[in-house]
């Protein structure tokens, strides 16, 4: 056995230890929910999070509120009334999720090209009259060089999706012109699987509805996750082995 090979056994053998103690605390937690139904998680502060940020975007200068003298109206209010639509850090809104998509390309290039090059010298100083020994030393063709080459790339998708919910979210930071930063999540257990939506984002106050719903093609930067745990997604899944080797091997 060659030491390249023995090398690069030794390597994977170090790769499947490492992907191993890595998912070994995942596999015990696994082992000992075995019959249970899987447990939702806490509810949770979004911004004390490991890997929480804070959202910066470009702001306008602020501007200074002005009165009117024997006016009520203060202007850059929305409305004479108290709003009670989601705006301050804190406050609930719904989002309808409402994504219905459809994509359908189909592209083709193809490209071909041939090359050919002759150059030499016939008669070098006479080679013709110097004889036989002659010409195999003296160059003949100075330089002969054929080249093919040709492409074809084909491409297609198709893509249809659709999904319709509504999740609460909460208002987790106001941007310094007044745009809410909103962040839901909602977990429904259903026998032994777990469906997660996520949606976080950023709203203007104007798109939120007067009965504080907001359509989710309104968010910017628009984040939506939608997907579960439990035991059908493990038998969905490739086994761990399976992904080791699926990202070691190269062929």
Do not use: H
């Amino acid at each position: 056995m060659s030491v390249s090979r023995v090398n690069r056994i030794v390597l994977s053998a170090a790769m499947l230890s490492l992907a191993a103690v890595a998912s070994g605390c995942s596999s015990i937690d696994r082992l000992s929910q075995i019959g249970e139904k899987p447990k939702l998680t806490e509810i949770e502060n979004p911004t004390t999070q490991p890997g929480y940020k804070p959202v910066q975007m470009p702001m306008p200068k602020p501007e200074q509120a002005s009165y009117n003298a024997n006016s009520l109206w203060r202007n850059g209010s929305r409305a004479f009334f108290k709003d009670q639509r989601a705006a301050r850090i804190g406050d609930l809104l719904t989002v309808t999720v409402n994504i219905t998509d459809k994509a359908n390309f189909a592209n083709e290039t193809q490209r071909s090209r041939s090359n050919k090059e002759d150059s030499g010298i016939t008669d070098f100083i006479g080679a013709q009259t110097l004889g036989a020994q002659a010409k195999k030393v003296l160059p003949g063709r100075l330089l002969t060089a054929d080249s093919t080459s040709s492409s074809d790339g084909k491409g297609s998708v198709n893509r249809q999706e659709a999904l319709q919910t509504n999740v609460a979210a909460v208002v987790t930071q106001v941007l310094p012109n007044g745009n809410l930063v909103v962040e839901g999540k909602q977990e429904i257990r259903v026998n032994f699987e777990i469906r997660e939506l996520i949606v976080a984002g950023i709203v203007r106050p104007e798109d939120i509805q007067s009965d504080n719903t907001i359509d989710s093609s309104k968010i910017a930067q628009a984040r939506i996750a939608y997907g579960g745990r439990g035991q059908i997604t493990d038998v969905q899944q490739p086994r761990y082995g399976q992904q080791v080797m699926d990202v070691l091997l190269p062929f």
